[in-house]
């Protein structure tokens, strides 16, 4: 069941990717953009695709933008920002149904192209600079996003970990930037950013369905103009190591539940030869719902109800969460410690090796049905450099020994371990 | 075994009635690597009082469909994950109002699979010991769900809706309900409510139709099933007006978050008139609210709203709903605006032309669903419960009138039948 590839292309500064496949109902479209991680840059990068997003040259109001993507049998717009490695990644993507579905006069995908090509390339203006009014009302919105982070426990833990593990890095700062830098922020300072920015960033778009290269190519032509010049690249981010000893951080908050992360670090990366030999020691650790996190903290202490570890291969990070008692702070990380120190020992049964090598094949074969996750597993191979298509990694996972995976765990370093607790304690000093 | 052609989707679905009542629906999808398999059964967390065949009337504490959901994935020979995993196979489940669904995704080893799937949801294993010990982990999935605004926001809706129908109870329960659980009425639940004959199994993807079926036919014929319990459901006595107009909750949140929703009165629909009334129902609200709609505009631009609104529409049994909201940085303000523009569309009617672009958009997003075969598989058996059929959709769309549109609004926007729910950041 070999997957097609995808087929290779350049238009002028961007790379095109093209997967011709009539498996889908629908052409899935992605186009990534991405620049170095700067800390003085980061807000404005982010503020660019919403402001994009609210008008183009030809349909400078928002509704009527949007009423055109309802007519295109709901294509479905969207955008967003990350972080890949030390670089900051727009992401745009459009989802069109395939003509053949429905009784439509206009070619849905060349719709789709310009329409995105109009987004990047030719947005709204007045007087030669954004219009202010689009800038004013997103710098709101990305406000409220970055204030909202504190809504969801589980991702501002997550959040506030990686902060403490990035001190002093731009990659502490969450993608969309700083609510503070919102400020000095205006129609004409952002016009120029997003200038500067549409001359020097790495531009992949990819085209998933009933199409090829060359179709693709010529609609590209017509529909993106961008500065002339060879596309942009990306550079690898170098892992840090962990500290001797881990720092503790504890923050109190309004919570019923405590929140436990536990960011790690090893300086296996994406692109290194023991990547395979990583994805196995995190599926092992707290990939699946037999792992060691699932089965000890959960499964045998009762103490939570999810406990998992996420491994991030462009940063070399895993991070460990878990939601718990808060009087059970202690047994969890003990607990938790005794995993990791598990995993060093190799002390894990082949019959786990293997399951973790099946649900980690499943997961690489599976991608092969959605459209977009194999347009995101392709850019982030090609990001970190790894030049493997998910059937190639999927060999290597294959092979790794229960040796490599015992030699990564001694690569993995905590570094830092973050509480989310309540504040009755701290209410109860107050007072007394 | 009788195979439905549905030319316009180029889908073909193939469905067989086991002889103990096991409906079997499979759908291949030719080049697709992965299968995705559901195992539904007719209970959920909105299901707690029967009519026993000899009168007697029997009721179950909040919460107890999910925490049998939880229960079911522990086997004597230990944790089912584990044998999936030797599969290479991922399995979940979940519990909503009305059903409780078990499922896999496998890339390989799909008939091994479908057997330890349809074995550990056939095979109850429950003691003293592990019904304690699951105790601690739901009331953690309890504290969980407590903390999440977005979660408070929506049961503190149905709450101040709903005076007494399930619907209002939160499907986890509470750490009281949950404690009060014991393994035989987990035993007599299970009996009950998992007779092959109030389930049914969807599986979608890369597989040979018969094969699969084979499969299932003679794991079914290893087994034997008493006859189906004999049971009604007792319907809630829910009037028609909401029970409190305003629900607020405290909770560690940036900016407020509203919604306001009206209920339905019409509960009684079944099958394809139900989904269609569903149907009515999502083109009116997108209309009126979606991110194309003069209202969310203006509200977005007065940043009274973020891109968090929106609006759904929810029903089943003895409810149906529209939930509308999101972040607001004044509750009251945006409930204002959102009952006025729907009484103002009530009054005037929609646009032909707003009508006939949402519906559009609607088929679209419809025809989007049919490439991911967990979304078909989830929402299959979900219009399965209700009598209806997912095939139907685009051809149901088309059917819809503006008329219908606009007579649904009419009756569903009632004073009476509104309620308000708001979680606010602690002020002091």
């Known amino acids: 069941m070999n997957a097609e590839p995808f087929a290779r292309g350049q238009s002028g500064r961007i790379r095109l990717h093209v997967l011709p496949t009539k498996k889908f109902k629908t052409y899935a479209i992605v186009l990534y953009a991405g620049v170095p991680l700067s800390e003085a840059e980061i807000t404005r990068v982010a503020l660019i695709p919403f402001v994009l997003g609210r008008g183009t040259a030809s349909f400078p109001e928002t509704l009527a933008l949007r009423e055109k993507l309802d007519s295109m049998y709901g294509a479905h717009f969207g955008y967003d920002v990350g972080k890949r490695g030390d670089h900051q990644v727009v992401q745009f993507r459009l989802d069109v149904i395939n003509d053949r579905f429905v009784s439509s006069n206009t070619p849905l995908l060349r719709e789709a192209l310009a329409l995105l090509g109009e987004v990047l390339t030719a947005p709204a203006l007045e007087d030669g600079r954004f219009v202010a009014r689009y800038v004013e009302s997103e710098k709101k919105t990305v406000a409220q996003k970055l204030d909202a982070i504190i809504n969801d426990k589980i991702r501002y833990a997550e959040k506030r970990c990686l902060e403490e593990m990035f001190r002093g890095e731009p990659y502490r700062l969450p993608a969309l930037g700083r609510k503070e830098d919102l400020d000095g922020i205006d129609a004409t300072s952002l016009h120029e950013t997003y200038r500067r920015w549409l001359r020097n960033a790495a531009f992949d778009l990819y085209v998933v369905g009933d199409t090829c290269l060359e179709k693709v190519t010529t609609l590209v032509q017509g529909a993106f103009r961008l500065p002339d010049g060879p596309p942009g690249t990306y550079a690898p981010s170098l892992p840090r190591q962990a500290p001797p000893e881990p720092r503790t951080v504890e923050e109190r908050l309004d919570v019923t539940q405590g929140k436990l992360n536990i960011g790690l670090r090893t300086p296996v990366t994406y692109a290194g030869p023991d990547y395979p030999a990583l994805l196995v020691y995190n599926g092992l650790l707290g990939g699946f719902p037999h792992a060691k996190l699932f089965v000890n903290v959960r499964e045998k202490a009762s103490l939570a109800y999810y406990a998992s570890s996420r491994l991030d291969g462009h940063k070399g990070v895993i991070m460990i969460q878990t939601g718990i008692e808060i009087a059970n702070y202690a047994k969890a990380l003990g607990i938790i410690r005794e995993q990791l120190e598990a995993m060093r020992r190799g002390d894990f049964t082949e019959d786990d090796l293997a399951k973790t090598k099946e649900m980690l094949a499943n997961q690489l074969t599976a991608l092969q049905d959605n459209p977009f996750e194999r347009i995101w597993f392709d850019f982030n191979a090609s990001v970190a450099g790894a030049e493997h298509t998910a059937e190639e990694l999927l060999a290597k996972v294959r092979a790794v020994a229960p040796d490599d995976v015992a030699r990564v765990a001694q690569t993995v370093g905590l570094d830092t371990v973050y509480f989310l607790r309540d504040r009755k304690e701290e209410t109860v000093h107050a007072g007394a | ?428």
């Open chain 2, 1 to 428: 075994m009788p195979a439905l052609e549905y030319p316009r989707l180029e889908e073909t679905l193939h469905h067989e009635r086991l002889d103990n009542g096991l409906d079997v629906f499979v759908l291949p999808k030719p080049g697709f690597t992965k299968t995705f398999a559901v195992l539904a059964t007719r209970f959920g967390s909105a299901d707690n009082r029967f009519r026993l065949a000899d009168g007697r009337e029997f009721a179950v504490p909040d919460g107890l469909a999910h925490f049998l959901e939880h229960k079911m994935f522990e086997e004597p020979d230990g944790d089912v994950f584990a044998r999936f995993a030797a599969n290479g196979a991922s399995a979940n489940a979940y519990t909503g109002f009305d059903q409780t669904v078990y499922l896999f995704s496998a890339t390989r080893n799909v008939d091994r699979c479908l057997d330890i799937l349809l074995d550990f949801v056939q095979s109850p294993y429950f003691t003293d010991a592990n019904v304690e010990k699951e105790k601690g982990i739901i009331i953690q999935e309890i504290h969980m769900y407590r903390d999440n605004p977005d979660w408070r926001v929506y049961f503190g809706l149905l709450e101040a809706l709903y005076h007494r129908h399930p619907v209002r109870i939160d499907i986890a329960g509470t750490p009281e309900s949950v404690s009060s659980i014991t393994k035989e009425l987990l035993y007599e639940c299970h009996r009950m409510f998992y007779h092959p004959s109030n389930m049914h199994l969807f599986v979608v993807g890369g597989v040979d139709p018969e094969r699969t079926l084979e499969t299932v036919r003679a794991n079914q014929a290893r087994k034997r099933f008493d006859p189906p319990a004999v049971f009604e459901r007792v319907p809630a006595d829910e009037p028609e007006n909401a029970k409190e107009p305003m629900r607020q909750a405290t909770l560690a949140v940036a900016m407020p978050k509203c919604y306001v929703g009206f209920k339905e009165t019409d509960v009684a629909l079944v099958g394809e008139r139900a989904i269609r009334r569903d149907l009515v129902a999502r083109i009116v609200l997108d209309a009126l609210f979606s991110r194309s709609s003069p209202v969310y505009q203006d509200m977005y631009d007065e940043h009274l709203v973020f891109d968090s609104f929106g609006a759904q529409f929810t029903s089943g049994p003895g409810y149906a709903f529209s939930v509308i909201g999101g972040d607001t940085r004044d509750p009251g303000e945006m409930a204002r605006r959102v009952t006025e523009a729907m009484e103002r569309t009530a009054e005037r009617g929609l646009d032909a032309d707003v009508f006939e672009r949402i519906r559009r958009k609607k088929i679209g997003a419809h025809l989007r669903l049919w490439n991911s075969p967990e979304a078909v598989a989830g929402e299959f058996v979900r219009f399965r419960h209700r009598g209806g059929d997912l095939f139907r959709v685009v051809e149901l769309y088309e059917s819809l009138t503006l008329e219908e549109a606009n007579g649904w609004l009419r009756a569903h926007v009632h004073p009476s039948h509104r309620a308000v729910s708001v979680v606010r950041g602690d002020a002091s």
